[in-house]
């Protein structure tokens, strides 16, 4: 075997126990999440709607990626729940404007405990000089892998 075929094997091996990380991360954190007795996609809209208060639902839909009709149906279950409000924006009848209720905030407080646990165990045994190598080497994967989406969208552009 030359270096040639070692590197793409380790390249592949790498890439592979990124996935598998980001996989048993999501696992984990849907675990515990659960605990909360909200679902995974109504939990990111209430963390969305903590960090805006009075965000309109097109907003979300936009910051979310994902269509208004989508937001729609999941923000009435979380009103019916009793973790949201939602108020007709008195400029335009069109929006509504979303405001997280205490009982909503309750369950971004405990899941803002859940990551930071999971953080801390996550990180476990590491010092602060390997997490910034981690960071520095992530953030070249990143870069990598933003330029790989440019070409992509470059080639779509051209068909």
Known sequence: MDNHEHSKINNMILVHQLIGFAIKHRKIMLNYLAETGVYHSQHRLLMEISHYPNVSQNDIARMMD????????????????GYINK??????????????????????????????STDRKVFEGFTEEEKSTLSFLLQKLD????????????KKERT
């Open 66 to 81: 994902v269509s208004a009709a989508t937001i729609a149906v999941s923000l009435k279950k979380l009103e019916k729940e």
């Open 87 to 116: 108020e007709m924006d008195e400029g335009d009848n069109r929006l509504n404007k979303i405001t997280i209720t205490e009982k909503g905030n309750r369950i971004v407080e405990q899941s803002r405990q859940i990551f930071e």
């Open 143 to 154: 870069a990598n892998l933003g330029k790989m989406e440019d070409e992509l969208k470059l």
